[in-house]
């Protein structure tokens, strides 16, 4: 679409190319000769037709939406007229009112509905967050922005998706009108209490950032809905649980390398996959132990350790420089991101020189083994192995080892509940850290053993 000076000579005289339906002409201050004149208009175009008829026409912008009007034809009015009525039109847009509605109410093309808010939402707020807050929210608020779904999960089970998400629930719908019975029909699919409240979540985040825009002016119809009240699973571990869990971990078990004995052949070959399987049981088992044993000792959050450089270690100091924390709060708006640094144990020291031997070329401490870039994202094979050790319970997790460790520092070892909040980046939240913990009932067994010595009994 060429930009040009719209003349009166110059409508006139105008043709549509022949191997177009239609072309529009976009007034310019750059005349046909090349010369800057002033006056034109932005917006304002001259549209000719294949059949020679031709029109004024203005493409605007109103609530993030392009839009394009015809003002009229050539015989009605002229390109001085024709810029008198977009200047008018454009003072309209800047207070805020759409040209083309005549005050009687608005068109329902003017609406905006929920698809539109949703992906002016994507644009503005969700492109600056996390990818795994951009997948639950495409998966429960806007599924055509999420990534192709896997049709299985890590363990091989089939995913399956029995609700539909909201932006496709109420795609057409005009956004200021839905309803707290249009959210409770939508919340109402969801059976697990997590999947519930994480999309009322989402939806009604939609909604605040909608209003606190000014894009809509409502209340935000997702405040009248509660969310499920969630019980947690208790993960409870006696002293001698922790005890063997702690043995385990900093002795590892290993199985012993089979002997590659017997005739050449396919016994051979056999012999051969058995003690190659053996190894590599071996040596994720004991990556496994050093990963948690730096967990134990650390107090540290798995993805906290997952992402950690050998650089983040001074292993002459024994201190961590943890990069990845949540920040220390500065003042209501301001967060320190950089890292905190927290001292360490000598044996997580030997860890980090085993780690540093075997993975001499990686930066992270514990990577992947198919991209040395990227941090190792399970240990499933391993931590399957570890839980059929003797004394490890079943419901045994890697998140357990923080809870564990904390849970031993809050029984009355001489270290105060202020500084193990800090050093695990609590910032000195006993509430927080006091959740962490497993009420340990054998540390308290002198308390009742005194009162029977009180009592004589």
């Known amino acids: 679409m060429p930009n040009i000076f719209i003349t009166d000579t110059f409508v006139y005289t105008a043709k549509c190319p022949p191997e177009k ?57 002229d390109i001085a007229s024709a810029r008198l009525a977009v200047n008018q039109r454009l003072q309209q847009l800047a207070a805020g009112e759409n040209p083309d509605i005549d005050g009687a109410g608005l068109d329902r093309a003017d609406l905006l509905t929920v698809r539109d808010i949703i992906d002016l939402y994507w644009e503005k707020r969700m492109s600056g967050l996390s990818e795994s807050h951009q997948y639950q929210f495409a998966l429960h608020v806007a599924a055509w922005h999420k990534r192709p779904p ?41 059976q697990s209490p997590h999947s519930h409240n994480s999309a009322l979540k989402l939806t009604a985040a939609l909604y605040n950032w909608a209003i606190r825009m000014q894009v ?12 499920r009240k969630v019980v947690r699973q208790r993960r409870n571990y006696s002293t001698e649980q922790i005890e063997r869990i702690a043995h385990h971990i900093f002795n590892p078990v290993l199985e012993c390398l089979p002997e ?135 419901h045994f997790q890697l998140y357990d080892l923080k809870r564990i460790a904390i849970s031993l520092m809050l029984t009355g070892y001489g270290v105060s509940r202020e500084a193990v909040s800090h050093y695990v980046d609590h910032k000195g939240n006993l509430e927080t850290t006091m959740i962490y913990d497993l009420g340990l009932v054998d540390p308290l067994r ?11 009994v």
């Open 21 to 77: 339906d239609q072309e529009i002409f976009w007034d310019h201050p750059k005349g046909p000769d090349g010369r800057i004149r002033n006056g034109a208009v932005p917006g304002l175009g001259l549209r000719v037709t294949a059949n020679g008829i031709k029109s004024f026409v203005h493409a605007y912008t109103f609530r993030g939406r392009r839009k394009r009007k015809v003002l009229g034809s050539i015989n009605i009015m």
């Open 150 to 190: 896997r049709l299985q999960t890590r363990r091989g089970r089939n995913v399956s998706k029995s609700y539909v998400d909201f932006g496709t629930m109420f795609a057409d719908r005009d956004f200021a009108s839905i309803k707290p019975l249009d959210i409770e029909r939508f919340t109402s699919q969801f």
């Open 216 to 227: 809509v002016d409502m209340r935000n119809p997702c405040d009248p809905i509660r969310e």
């Open 260 to 394: 590659i004995t017997g005739p050449d052949g396919t016994a051979r070959r056999d012999a051969g996959l058995r003690k190659a399987h053996v190894a590599v049981a071996n040596d994720q088992m004991t990556e496994l132990c050093n990963f948690m044993g730096i967990l134990l000792l650390t107090m540290a959050r798995p993805n906290e350790l997952q992402k950690a450089e050998f650089a983040h270690f001074d292993l002459e100091q024994l201190i961590w420089h943890k990069h990845n924390t949540k920040g220390i709060k500065l003042s209501r708006a301001t967060y320190e991101y950089a890292y905190r640094s927290v001292p360490i144990h000598p044996r997580v020291a030997s860890m980090i020189r085993s780690q540093r031997a075997r993975w001499p070329a990686s930066a992270l401490v514990f990577p992947s083994h198919a991209d040395l870039s990227k941090p190792r994202d399970n240990f499933r094979k391993g931590l399957a192995r570890f839980k059929s050790l003797p004394g490890v319970p079943a």
């Open 446 to 456: 002198p308390v009742t053993e005194k009162l029977g010595d009180i009592l004589g």
